[in-house]
Every structure is written in structure tokens, then in C-alpha cells.
């Protein structure tokens, strides 16, 4: 074989092997986005979801506090489980908003390496304008994680309080004396619903600016 033959097959798979290597990098920068769009939007799941077993845990609540009701022992029971179930989704938000924030750190580092690689400068810098743009799109939605944890907490100690308080008194006249409680408790359920759901709504539309068009 030819000298000059055996360098232009080495310089076409050195060629090759540099573009190949750039088409991963890329490839890997859109699976990065694509976990962050999904983990984000796993943590949104998880706030709905708590939201959902709320409603669940102040029905059997509102069943309990109800003149009519038959079995309050029961009732009792079944209102600690459903408020056990309830904290359970809580710590699911903060898992799923780590869980976040990890896929998040990976792509902005991985990103930040690509833009300094650009040689244009027009180019790197609109790159960089992006990033900032999807970053801050986020951010926004690592703060509707912290909040919807949040939100539900003094709720939950509401509800803890009343259940400690019935915990050794649950005839007609303690469930009676509780009334105006349980009426503001309602009304406080009613207004973390709306907040949740308008969290829920924001999260939903900075999700929509991080995924690619």
C-alpha cells in the first residue's frame, strides 16, 4: 500500500472518529434534556398526587367530625392512615425534586462545556444566552417543588393537632367542640387546593420552555 493511500485512510477515520464523537456528545445533550423535562415533570406529578390524597384524608376527616357518623373509632383509625399516606406523598415531592435538580446540574455542566467548545463567538454566545434562558426556566420550577412541599405543611399540623386532641376523647361532645375548627381547617384545605393548583399550573408552563420545539 501506498504511503499517501495509507495517510488519507488514517486521516478519513480520525475524521470520522471526531465527528462520531461529536454526534454523541450531542445525543447525550438531548437525552440530558429529555431527563430534566421528565423529572420535572415527575415532580409536578407528585405535587397533584398529594393534592389528591389531601382531598381523601379530609373526607374520611369531614366523615369523622359529621353528628351522624356511626363508627368514629374506625373513622379515627382510617383518618391517622389516610394522614400517614398524605406525609408519605409530601416526602415524594422533596425525593423527586433532588432527583430533579441532579438532571439538572448534569445537563447545565454538560452544556456550559459545549458552549465554551463553540468557536464562533456569535454562536457560543446566543448558546450561552440559552442555557441562561432554560436555566432560569428551572429554577422556576425547583421553586415550585420547595413551595408545594411547603404548602402543605401547616395544614398537616392543623389536622395533627386535632386528631391528638381527640385521641383519647371521641364522644359526640369533643367532635362537637371542634366544629369552628374543623370549619377553618375546610376553608384553609380549600384555599391550598387553589395555591396548589395554580403551583401546579405555573410548573406545568415552565416545563413547556424547557423542551426542545
Known sequence: MKLSVFVGIAV????????????????????????????SGNTVQAIAETKVQLMKTMDVYNALMAEDAKDRKKL?????????????RRAEIARRSTAMATEAQALFKSWESSAAA???????KRSEERLAKT????QEVAKV??????????????LDDQVKYLGHDLNPGAVK???????????????LVKAVDDTITTANGRIGALRPE
Do not use: H
Open 145 to 158: 417543588g420547595e413551595k408545594a412541599s411547603q404548602i402543605y405543611e401547616p395544614v398537616m399540623k392543623t
Open 135 to 138: 436555566r432560569a426556566s428551572y
Open 118 to 124: 463553540i468557536e464562533s463567538e456569535n454562536l457560543r
Open 76 to 88: 379515627y383509625k382510617d383518618l391517622q392512615k389516610e394522614m400517614d399516606s398524605t406525609e408519605k
Open 12 to 39: 478519513a477515520t480520525v475524521a470520522a472518529a471526531g465527528w462520531g464523537g461529536r454526534a454523541e456528545a450531542q445525543d447525550e445533550g438531548l437525552k440530558q434534556v429529555d431527563a430534566l423535562v421528565k423529572a
Open 177 to 191: 367542640s371542634l366544629k369552628p375548627d374543623a370549619d377553618k381547617l375546610n376553608a384553609r384545605v380549600q384555599d
